[in-house]
């Protein structure tokens, strides 16, 4: 490989300041609201949750929501509300972020790993089926970067076995499979509204499903297992009386976090413009190149655009994904890797005896992919940073 130094190409066009990787959209809505609400003397579960869990239902269109602190209750939930056990099995993708396996671990089941498909890096409905055995309990689909997976395929399967359908959509909101909104459409949805996602409220969760069943249980579970409407047992309305009737966790979300909520869902149709614009931007830029992959835009879906992933097509490249991120960090952009499969983890790999070509999919995605600065605060300056250093890196380096 020939020396080249890819800082001194970027240096004439080098960044004043870092651009960060992800940063949340906060505007003075939020900002009012959450002071609202710290001035209201409520600040935890309370009124504002549980107009939050309304709205969001009635925007996804399902019948019962359930808000949590994280995306890793609401699947935690889920599961119990199953009743995965000691024994059971449940299948999750590969590529994905961890707490899509550690929350069947968590119920002491087995996570079943699935290769993804190589274009969408979503679970493979063709190689689901393979893996379904006597003691499968669940299969939970994960809709990788924000881009809905192949659920007609997957829901069949599923049906035939009568195996419910849990949906990792820590990426996916909002988005849409076939018109119909995901939160909609398997048993149990669980959302994300970390600091990065495209709703944030700092950390928190969602839980959506059609079951009255499930989402009373999950209601109950995320507030210790005691009886209905717990949160109400300190205010006029309320009673100080309540039972437990399970060992449960303290998964709910604090009216702090709905206060963002309720502002972020109001304005998300706007938040996914300005996400969507930035991706055909990119996309238009690095489609010219055959060193470059962009990722798949189906017309079958509303993609939620979380992330950007780039992949490298490395033998066309003289620089490898980890040299081509540091690279970038020169240039003063920000960029991560999503995902480390989980099959690599020491604690995955060790526990089920996994070796990295066991998902060949998995593994080979893992080690061309960038993930790209993607939220609607980014000018249009730093889109146009992105990409010519992008640019010129892949000039540098293209073989
Ligand atoms: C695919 C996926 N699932 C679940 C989660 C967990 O979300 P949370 O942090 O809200 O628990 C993440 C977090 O990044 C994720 O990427």
């Known amino acids: 490989m020939e020396d080249k130094n890819v800082l001194q190409t970027l240096l004439g066009r080098k960044r004043k300041t870092f651009l960060p990787f992800a940063v949340p959209h906060i505007t003075q809505a939020e900002i009012d609201e959450v002071v609202d609400t710290l001035h209201s ?141 995901v939160g909609s459409i398997s048993d149990m949805t669980a959302f994300s509204f970390y600091a990065t996602k495209t709703l944030s409220t700092g950390e928190g969760g969602m839980l959506t499903t059609a079951n009255s069943d499930y989402a009373q249980r999950a209601s109950m579970m995320a507030l210790h297992g005691i009886s209905r409407d717990a949160w109400k047992r300190y205010k006029s309305e309320g009673s100080w009386y309540y039972e437990v009737l399970q060992a449960g966790y303290k998964y709910n979300m604090t009216d702090i976090a709905a206060s963002l909520g309720l502002h972020q869902l109001a304005r998300s149709q706007w938040l996914l413009q300005r996400r969507r614009a930035i991706a055909q931007r990119y996309t238009e830029a690095f489609s010219q190149w055959p060193e470059l992959e962009t990722p798949p835009n189906p017309a079958h879906v509303e993609h939620a655009w979380h992330l950007y992933i780039l992949r490298l097509q490395l033998e066309r490249l003289a620089i490898t994904r980890d040299a081509f991120i540091q690279a970038l960090t020169e240039a003063r952009i920000g960029a991560s890797v999503h995902f480390i499969p989980l099959h690599l983890h020491p604690f995955y790999r060790d526990s089920y005896h996994l070796a990295p070509h066991d998902f060949p999919v998995a593994f080979q995605t893992y080690q061309r992919a960038i993930s790209l600065p993607l939220y609607p605060g980014m000018t249009d300056e730093d889109v146009d940073d992105v990409i010519f250093a992008i640019e010129q890196i892949v000039t540098t380096y293209k073989k």
Request: glycine share 4%.
């Open 41 to 181: 003397g409520w600040l935890t579960t309370g009124a504002k949750t549980k107009r939050f869990e309304s709205e969001f239902a009635r925007f996804v269109n399902a019948p019962y929501a359930v808000a949590v602190n994280s995306a890793t209750a609401a699947m935690h939930l889920a599961l119990d509300a199953l009743g995965v056990g000691e024994h059971d099995e449940v299948i999750v993708p590969v590529y994905t972020f961890t707490a899509t396996a550690e929350v069947v671990v968590y119920c002491r089941a087995r996570p079943v790993f699935v290769d993804v498909d190589p274009v969408t890096c979503n679970l493979d409905p063709a190689q689901l089926e393979q893996h379904i055995t006597p003691r499968t309990r669940a299969i939970i689909v994960v809709h990788i970067a924000g881009l809905p997976a192949e659920m007609d395929e997957i829901l069949t399967i599923a049906q035939a076995h009568a195996l419910p359908v849990i949906e990792d959509a820590a990426h996916a909101f909002p988005a849409t499979y076939r018109g119909q909104m």
